[in-house]
């Protein structure tokens, strides 16, 4: 199994930054990537981006490429995912989840989520 813990989240105002991380702990070795999701209020949940758990490599939903960037540490005993985001936007009001990947047909494990509100 697999624990995460986010945290980070708050209310900034438009053109704003934060950011966002979430801990890992647990079965770390099994991961293949990290996700980060987002649901905003009276919306489905969706995909933000994601960060593969080896490389490095990352993903991200076109409506956060250019503003919101993904990195992690996982060496030193330090197992954690950040979202950085940038130029902030109302439509950005959102709880954030982190999601680890365990397997190819799936996200498995989710924290339980930070809210992130974005107004003046």
């Known amino acids: 199994q697999v624990q995460l813990v986010e945290s980070g989240g708050g209310l900034v105002q438009p053109g704003g930054s934060l950011r966002l991380s979430c801990a890992a702990s647990?079965?770390?070795?099994?991961?293949?990537?990290m996700g980060w999701f987002r649901q905003g209020p009276g919306k489905e949940r969706e995909f933000v981006g994601r960060?593969?758990?080896?490389?490095?490599?990352?993903?991200?939903a076109d409506s956060v490429k250019g503003r919101f960037t993904i990195s992690k540490e996982n060496a030193n005993a330090k197992n954690t995912v950040y979202l950085q985001m940038e130029s902030l936007k109302p439509e950005d009001t959102a709880v954030y989840y982190c999601?680890?990947?365990?397997?190819?047909?799936?996200?498995?494990?989710w924290g339980q989520g930070t809210q992130v509100t974005v107004s003046s």
């Open positions: 999601a680890a990947q365990m397997t190819v047909d799936g996200y498995n494990y």
């Open positions: 960060i593969t758990w080896l490389f490095g490599s990352t993903t991200y």
């Open positions: 647990g079965s770390i070795s099994r991961i293949r990537a």
